[in-house]
C-alpha cells in the first residue's frame, strides 16, 4: 500500500479553504507515490446559535487576513438566510455521507461546499443546501436528508473529530502522514505546496527509500 496523506480540516475553516489549492495540486503531482485522504476536525461545534454582529465582524476580519496571508478568494460576506448558524457539524456529516456514497475520499464535494460558502455565500448548514450541492455526484435528496439525522452518521463524524484531537490536529488545517506505522502529525496550521512536497518527499525516504 501507498503511504498516505490526510488533509485534516473542516468546512467552516478559512485557513483550509486557503490550503486547499496547494492540497489539490499534490494530490495532481504526488498521486504516483501517496495516497490522499480527508478527516473533518470539527472546528467550529459550539453553541448553535446565529453570530453576533460582533462576531461577524471579526470573521470578515479574519477572512481579509487570510486572503491577503494566502492569496486566496473569499467574497467576505456571510449567508443571508436568517437561519444560518456557525457551527460545523452538519456539513461534516455530510462529508461522512459523500465518503459512504462515493466510496472514496469526497474531495469534489468538500470542494464544492467549502467553495459554496466562501465564494458564494451559501449555507451550508442547511440540508437542503447540502443535497443540492450533492446533486452531480448522483446523491438522491431524500437518501441524504435521512443520513443526516442518522445516528450512525452522526456517532462516525464525532468519532472522526475526536479521533483528530488524539493525533495531535490541534491546529487546522494539519497535514498527517502514515508511512506504514500510523498516521503522524506532519504540521499545523497553513502551508504550501511548495513547502510541504519537499517534507513529505523526505519523510518517505526515510521510511522507505527513496520515493521516485
Not at 495516497?35 to 462576531?55: K, W, Y
Not at 456514497?101 to 469526497?106: K, V
Not at 498527517?176 to 513529505?200: F, H, I, S
Request: proline share 8%; with cysteine.
Amino acid at each position: 500500500m501507498k503511504p498516505k496523506v490526510t488533509f485534516v480540516t473542516d468546512p467552516l475553516c478559512s485557513w483550509c479553504w486557503a490550503m486547499l489549492p496547494d492540497i489539490e495540486q499534490l494530490r495532481i503531482d504526488m498521486t504516483e507515490w501517496l495516497d490522499f485522504d480527508l478527516m473533518m476536525a470539527g472546528l467550529q461545534v459550539g453553541g448553535p446559535e446565529p453570530p453576533t454582529p460582533h462576531q461577524a465582524g471579526m470573521l470578515k476580519d479574519m477572512w481579509r487576513h487570510v486572503g491577503d496571508t494566502t492569496g486566496q478568494t473569499f467574497l467576505g460576506k456571510l449567508p443571508d438566510d436568517p437561519g444560518f448558524i456557525y457551527h460545523s457539524e452538519v456539513a461534516c456529516r455530510a462529508i461522512e455521507i459523500m465518503r459512504g456514497h462515493l466510496q472514496q475520499p469526497p474531495w469534489e464535494y468538500f470542494h464544492a461546499v467549502q467553495q459554496a460558502f466562501y465564494l458564494e455565500a451559501r449555507n451550508i448548514n442547511d440540508p437542503v443546501e447540502l443535497t443540492r450541492l450533492a446533486e452531480p455526484f448522483d446523491m438522491q435528496a431524500d437518501t441524504m436528508a435521512e443520513l443526516l439525522q442518522s445516528t450512525t452518521v452522526i456517532d462516525a463524524t464525532r468519532a472522526n473529530f475526536a479521533r483528530a484531537k488524539q493525533l495531535g490536529a490541534n491546529a487546522l488545517p494539519s497535514i498527517l502522514l502514515d508511512t506504514g506505522e500510523g498516521p503522524k502529525l506532519v504540521c499545523g496550521g497553513w502551508v504550501t505546496a511548495e513547502y510541504l512536497r519537499p517534507d513529505l518527499e523526505a519523510r518517505m525516504q526515510y521510511a522507505h527509500g527513496p520515493a521516485h
